[in-house]
């Protein structure tokens, strides 16, 4: 999808919930997003950027996210 693609590409930051990303879980698809503007929360740690911070993880997380409330994009749905 090209303009999930570009949506994406564009973002400042990417935020990845539980997300394991490698050719197998997206079907070799990858869109070239610096690690720098990446944060990545797992089970048992996160990963900002290059950084992993262990122990830092989704229960601990969860509830700044839920707290700040982010302005969020929505990407429309596509269309048919």
Same mark, same amino acid.
């Given at each position: 999808? $090209?303009?999930?693609?570009? /949506?994406?590409?564009?973002?400042?930051? *990417?935020?990845?919930v539980g997300?394991? !990303?490698?050719?197998? +879980?997206?079907?070799?698809?990858? %869109? &070239? !997003? $610096?690690? =720098?503007? +990446? !944060?990545?929360?797992?089970?048992?740690? +996160?990963? !900002?950027?290059?950084?992993?911070?262990?122990? %830092?993880?989704?229960?601990?997380?969860?509830? /700044? *996210? =839920?707290? =700040?409330?982010? &302005?969020?994009?929505?990407? &429309? $749905? &596509?269309?048919?």
């Amino acid at each position: 999808e $090209p303009r999930l693609r570009r /949506f994406v590409e564009r973002s400042d930051l *990417i935020v990845g919930v539980g997300l394991d !990303v490698n050719d197998i +879980t997206t079907g070799a698809f990858s %869109v &070239p !997003v $610096p690690a =720098e503007r +990446t !944060v990545r929360i797992f089970r048992n740690g +996160t990963r !900002v950027g290059h950084r992993t911070y262990l122990g %830092v993880d989704l229960t601990r997380i969860a509830p /700044f *996210i =839920e707290a =700040e409330r982010f &302005p969020r994009r929505a990407l &429309p $749905p &596509p269309q048919r």
